[in-house]
């Protein structure tokens, strides 16, 4: 995911929180239709995701990734719960 944000332009930054690593990147410049529809086929990977348009802080993407090996029911549940 960071290599992908790298690639269209983004900034990311990681962060390791124990059970989960999480990808996020300021929006900085318009994205064009055809970038934004690999963001979110990139985005679909990761097991929450979402967009946050704050007038205080800009525009943010997020993606988090659980470090477990297998995906859990609880994960596979939350997969369905994506924001964009």
Known sequence: MAEFLSTVGF???LTDHGDHLSVEAEVLHPVSSED???LVTALDKADWFGLVDSSEKGRRLWAAF???ASVT???AVR???HQL
């Open 11 to 13: 900034t990311p930054q």
């Open 36 to 38: 934004w529809q690999e």
């Open 66 to 68: 659980t470090k477990e």
């Open 73 to 75: 029911a609880s994960t």
């Open 79 to 81: 997969r369905q719960d």
